[in-house]
C-alpha cells in the first residue's frame, strides 16, 4: 500500500512538474511573440512633488496585454523575461516608448516633465545599455536630462564596475539614476560612493506602515535625513492615503507616488489628469495666460 500510494505521489508531482514547465514555455513562446505582435503597454504612475502637489513626472510600468490572459503585471512575466534575456528587446522597446511619450507631453506644454524607466540588471550585463539609451533619447528628440533610470540595490552589488561604467557615461548625457525599493537590499551602503546617484526612493513595506510602527517610522526618517547629507532626493513609494502623505511631507520627503494620488494608468487617461493638475495649480500650464 505504502508502494503504491508513494507511486501515486510521484504520479503527482510529475503531472505538476509538466503543468509547470508546459505552463513556462507557453508562456516564454508568447513573449517571443509579444514585441513583434505589439502585445507591451506602458502605464504610467505620477511623482508628485510634496510641497506643491504638482505632478513632476512620471514612472513607466509595462504590461503584457495576453491575447487570453488580459492584461499581466510584470509579476507574472518579468522573471522569466529576465532569465531568457527576453529583457534586453523588452527593454529596448520600454526606453523607446517611454522617451517618446516623454517628448509628447513636452509637446503638449508639460516642458517639465520627468519620466523614469525601471531597468534589470540583465540590461547591463548583457545588452548594450548606453547605446540603447543614446538610440532611445536621440529617436524621441528628448534631452537627457528629462530621463530617469531606477536601478536595484541588489543591480549595483552584481558587476559593480561594469555598470558603473554605463552609469557615468550615461550621466554625461544628462541621465540621472535612482534606487528604487531603497531600504530592502541589506547592503553596504558603500556603492552610494561610487554610483552618482539623484534619488532614494523608500521602499513602500516602510511607507505604509509609518504611523502603525514606530520601527518603520525611525527607518523611514533614517533613510530621508541621509539622502539629505549626501544631497540625493527621496521619493517615497506606496502612498495610499492623505495622513501618510503628510507625515511624510513633514518629514521633509520630496516627492511620493502611490493609489492615493492614482494607480498606474494608460497615457490617454495619464495625460488627462495630468491636464487637470496642471491646470489646478497653475504652474507650468499648456495654455498660457493670454497677454493683456
Ligand atoms: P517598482 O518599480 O517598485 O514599481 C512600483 C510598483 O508598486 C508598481 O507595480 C506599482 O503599480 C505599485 N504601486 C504603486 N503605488 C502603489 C500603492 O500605493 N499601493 C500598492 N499596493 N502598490 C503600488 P507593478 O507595475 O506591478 O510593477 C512591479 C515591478 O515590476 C516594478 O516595481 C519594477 O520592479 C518591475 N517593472 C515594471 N516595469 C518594468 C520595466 O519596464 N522594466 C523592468 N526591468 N522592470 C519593470
Ligand atoms: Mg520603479
Ligand atoms: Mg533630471
Ligand atoms: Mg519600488
Given at each position: 500500500q505504502a508502494k503504491a500510494d508513494g507511486k501515486n505521489l510521484c504520479r503527482f508531482f510529475n503531472d505538476q512538474m509538466n503543468t509547470l514547465s508546459q505552463e513556462r514555455f507557453e508562456l516564454i513562446t508568447g513573449l517571443r511573440l509579444a514585441i513583434k505582435r505589439q502585445e507591451f503597454r506602458l502605464h504610467y504612475q505620477p511623482k508628485i512633488a510634496l510641497d506643491s502637489g504638482q505632478w513632476v513626472g512620471a514612472e513607466a510600468l509595462l504590461r503584457w496585454q495576453h491575447p487570453e490572459k488580459g492584461l499581466l503585471a510584470p509579476a507574472v512575466f518579468m522573471a522569466l523575461a529576465e532569465e531568457t534575456g527576453l529583457i534586453i528587446d523588452i527593454g529596448k522597446w520600454v526606453l523607446q516608448q517611454a522617451c517618446t511619450q516623454c517628448r509628447a507631453w513636452?509637446?503638449?506644454?508639460f516642458a517639465?516633465?520627468?519620466i523614469a524607466v525601471n531597468l534589470s540588471s540583465v540590461q547591463f550585463s548583457r545588452g548594450n545599455l548606453e547605446r540603447e539609451v543614446k538610440k532611445a533619447l536621440k529617436k524621441s528628440d528628448l534631452d537627457g536630462q528629462f530621463l530617469e533610470l531606477e536601478l536595484t540595490e541588489s543591480l549595483l552589488l552584481g558587476d559593480a564596475e561594469k555598470v558603473r561604467i554605463q552609469v557615468d557615461k550615461l550621466r554625461a548625457h544628462g541621465v540621472s539614476f535612482s534606487i528604487d525599493d531603497f531600504g530592502t537590499g541589506y547592503s553596504?551602503?558603500?556603492y552610494l560612493s561610487k554610483f552618482d546617484i539623484e534619488s532614494l526612493k523608500i521602499d513602500q513595506s516602510f511607507v505604509r506602515k509609518i504611523l502603525d510602527s514606530e520601527q518603520d517610522l525611525n527607518i523611514t526618517i533614517a533613510i530621508i535625513n541621509f539622502a539629505k547629507s549626501l544631497g540625493l532626493t527621496t521619493v517615497a513609494e506606496g502612498i495610499e492615503d492623505a495622513e501618510i502623505m503628510a507625515k511624510l511631507a513633514v518629514l521633509g520627503c520630496d516627492l511620493g507616488q502611490g493609489y492615493?494620488?492614482?494607480?498606474?494608468?494608460?497615457?490617454?487617461?495619464?495625460?488627462?489628469?495630468l491636464r487637470q493638475n496642471h491646470a489646478s495649480s497653475g504652474q507650468d500650464s499648456p495654455t498660457p495666460a493670454v497677454p493683456d
Open positions: 513636452h509637446d503638449q506644454g517639465s516633465l520627468d553596504n551602503l558603500g492615493y494620488w492614482s494607480k498606474p494608468l494608460d497615457a490617454e487617461t495619464f495625460t488627462s489628469l
